[in-house]
C-alpha cells in the first residue's frame, strides 16, 4: 500500500514562497513519477508539476513556468515543490500524486494517469 502525505501549506503574502513536501511510502518509488496538482471549489483538478522517476524530465504548467520548481529526492522517498512568486490564483488544495506506471513519463499532465493521491494541503495566497 502507498500513501503519500503532503506538508508545507499554509498561508501567505502575494510575491512569497513557500516549499511543499511528499513524503512517500511503500517500495519503489524512485521507478515512478511524481506530480503535483491543484484544485479550487468548483474546478477541476489540474496539472501544476510532474517530475520523471530519475528526474531527468520535468512538466509544468503554463501559469506557473518560471516560478515553480519540482525536484525530487529518491533516498527520502520524497518530492517537493518549490513556490516562488505566488500569486492570487495559486491559492488552492495541491496535491501529490504517483503515476500508474514505471518508468513512464506520458500523460504526466493528466491526473488520470496517476493511481496514489496524498490528502492535500491547503495554500493561501493573500494580497
Known amino acids: 500500500q502507498v500513501q503519500l502525505v503532503e506538508s508545507g501549506g499554509g498561508l501567505v503574502q502575494t510575491g512569497g514562497s513557500l516549499r511543499l513536501s511528499c513524503v512517500a511510502s511503500?517500495?519503489?518509488?524512485?521507478?515512478?513519477?511524481m506530480g503535483w496538482f491543484r484544485q479550487t471549489p468548483g474546478k477541476e483538478r489540474e496539472a501544476v508539476a510532474a517530475?520523471?522517476?530519475?528526474?531527468?524530465?520535468?512538466y509544468y504548467a503554463d501559469s506557473v513556468k518560471g516560478r515553480f520548481t519540482i525536484s525530487r529526492d529518491n533516498a527520502k522517498t520524497t518530492v517537493y515543490l518549490h513556490m516562488n512568486n505566488l500569486e492570487l490564483e495559486d491559492t488552492a488544495v495541491y496535491y501529490c500524486?504517483?503515476?500508474?506506471?514505471?518508468?513512464?513519463?506520458?500523460?504526466?499532465?493528466?491526473?488520470?494517469?496517476?493511481?496514489?493521491w496524498g490528502q492535500g494541503t491547503q495554500v493561501t495566497v493573500s494580497s
Open positions: 500524486a504517483r503515476f500508474r506506471q514505471q518508468f513512464n513519463f506520458q500523460g504526466s499532465d493528466n491526473a488520470g494517469a496517476y493511481d496514489y
Open positions: 517530475i520523471s522517476s530519475g528526474a531527468s524530465r520535468t
Open positions: 511503500g517500495r519503489a518509488f524512485s521507478t515512478y513519477a
